[in-house]
């Protein structure tokens, strides 16, 4: 099952406010923000209902092509899962883009790990449940 996904804007601010309003029909809002300065990069915004976001953006100046790809992470049932998704994306020959471990900045219980593969997807599996 796809926990969430996020795509990378331009301009993040007019993407922000373009979402915002568009999703609003759909009951669908802003959940979650998140600063250049917890995720190392680039703001995000996380979008979605009941205080679950699912659709993320992300701001950050976009090369031409796009050589940043998409994001997508699939939700794991364990804690293990996600370091066993990990290591076999590894051996498979992704590239690290953050080891397996909590990311208490979404939420206290927030385990996951990223790679990116061979074509710069962000790919990451994530377990919500406590240890």
């Known amino acids: 099952m796809i926990d969430h996904l996020g795509i990378r804007v331009n301009d993040y601010a007019k993407a922000r406010g373009f979402y915002l309003s568009v999703l609003a029909p759909l009951d669908i809002s802003i959940v979650m923000e998140v600063t250049a300065e917890q ?3 680039y703001p995000h915004t996380g979008f979605g209902n009941n205080g679950k976001p699912f659709f993320w953006i992300s701001g950050g100046e976009m090369k031409t092509p796009n050589t940043y790809g998409a994001h997508i992470a699939f939700a794991a049932q364990s804690r293990a ?9 590894i051996a498979a020959g992704a590239t690290d883009n953050g080891a397996p471990g ?3 900045h979404y939420h206290e219980n927030y385990y996951g ?18 240890a």
């Open 81 to 89: 899962a996600v370091d066993a998704f990990y290591h076999a994306a």
């Open 113 to 130: 790990a990223f790679v990116i593969d061979a074509d710069g997807n962000n790919v990451e599996a994530v377990c919500h449940t406590p």
């Open 102 to 104: 909590l990311r208490p």
């Open 39 to 41: 995720t190392g990069n």
